[in-house]
């Protein structure tokens, strides 16, 4: 049966690895992930999970040690967290050329300067293009169950992909809330054991990973591309199986919250979803036409699910909690991906985005029925008045 209890994101994401029967862990300490890994090296200690725990010199070691171990067909699971993240930049290509289902769980925090622990999605959005499957949880809950999910996705014969599961750093991986253990049969039900078919075998020795000719290039890079294709199907059916089998009901890949009779919508992901969801709920109280939409998924970034969803609203107001300078709209990297989805749709929404959240701040309800002011005078226009704010400047929040 199900356990009930309460605990923070670092503890459910190391219940979820258990659960996930990981065989190989490789670890190095970075706030605020540390706590993931405290917990497992304890519960290997204990006996309560059949693991090997090793820990490594620094995170590029780290990451190369789930590289070789997945590669030998074990089930590997590590993180990090800002500059350990960016520090592993390396191995990431590598791992997902290898096409090796390696996990890594991150708990997000902003690059130096300043470098606090909290919301900032930076460390991970630099990495996005790597060839790994990216989405961020929202609360505890979402962080286990996405560990286990994020294994069934992964290790499917037309994936082999490696997976960033994120967390927001603090606000989602030291702050407790409830959270619906699975039982571990149940578990291993859905998630089979890891079966990697090209993995080492001194019976049939091979290399992995050599130096290889520059025209030898294209057809690996195509290779994965082909499998980020493939991604999309096989998500929807390990969210579908799982919702039957726990009784969850997480949508694959854009979570609509008061959507119905919206004018406008914040467009957002991660731990500040919370937050929203208290602002939607007062500001429709007071008769404003505003909803949420949650995005799960990064990479594969769902663009015909984003057209649907977001083309239906006047104006959507894009929060980044991540940096792109110089980009396309002087902004974060949501709003390129946003904008660069709509832009085929006959109904085009106004976007404009709000820069908030950096360096692990606070979204504050306060700013949050700010940015529904100027949403409501773009869905009034059908304009916005400029296509990036920064959150508690001078520049119109």
């Not at 286990?148 to 989602?172: H, R, S, T």
């Not at 990697?196 to 049939?204: E, G, Q, S």
């Not at 594969?300 to 980009?327: C, D, H, N, Q």
């Amino acid at each position: 049966m199900p356990r009930e209890t309460v605990m923070a994101g670092c503890s459910a994401a190391a219940n979820g690895a258990k659960l996930a029967r990981v065989e190989v862990i490789s670890s190095y300490p970075i706030r605020p992930y540390t706590g993931i890994m405290m917990e497992l090296s304890r519960m290997v200690a204990d006996g309560e999970l059949d693991a090997e725990f090793v820990h490594g010199e620094g995170e590029h070691a780290q990451v190369s040690i789930a590289q070789g171990a997945s590669a030998s067909g074990a089930r590997a699971y590590t993180g990090s967290s800002g500059v350990g993240v960016a520090y592993a930049m390396e191995v990431y290509s590598p791992i997902s050329g290898g096409r090796y289902p390696v996990q890594m769980t991150i708990a997000d925090r902003a690059y130096d300067p300043p470098g606090d622990f909290g919301s900032e999605h930076t460390d991970v959005m630099s990495c996005c293009d790597q060839g790994w499957i990216l989405g961020w949880a929202e609360t505890p809950q979402e962080i286990l169950d996405n560990t286990i999910m994020y294994y069934k996705i992964g290790e499917n014969p037309n994936v082999m992909l490696p997976q960033w599961a994120v967390q927001d750093g603090y606000f989602v991986s030291h702050i407790p809330g409830k959270v619906s253990i699975p039982d571990q049969k149940a578990v291993d039900e859905y998630l089979p054991p890891y079966n990697c078919p090209h993995a080492l075998n001194p019976k049939n020795p091979q290399n992995h990973g050599p130096q290889i000719y520059p025209d030898q290039g294209p057809a690996i890079d195509l290779q994965r591309a082909q499998a980020f294709l493939n991604v999309p199907k096989v998500i929807e059916k390990a969210v579908a199986d799982y919702n039957k089998q726990f009784g969850r009901s997480y949508a694959p890949f854009i979570e609509e919250y008061k959507t119905d009779g919206a004018d406008y919508v914040f467009f957002l992901m991660g731990g500040h979803c919370r937050t929203a969801r208290f602002a939607v709920d007062h500001l429709r109280k007071q008769g404003a036409k505003v909803g949420m939409v949650k995005l799960r998924f990064v990479r594969p970034w769902p663009t015909e699910r984003i057209v649907e969803v977001l083309s239906k609203f006047k104006a959507v107001g894009v929060i980044e909690s991540s940096t792109s300078y110089g980009g396309a709209m002087k902004g974060g990297k949501l709003q390129h991906e946003v904008r660069a989805s709509l832009y085929d749709s006959p109904k085009q929404p106004a976007v404009t985005s709000f820069m908030a959240g950096l360096g692990g701040e606070v979204i504050t309800l306060a700013e949050f029925y700010n940015m529904a002011k100027i949403l409501d005078t773009a869905a009034k226009k059908g304009k916005v008045d400029q296509y990036v704010y920064w959150v508690g400047f001078d520049n119109g929040i």
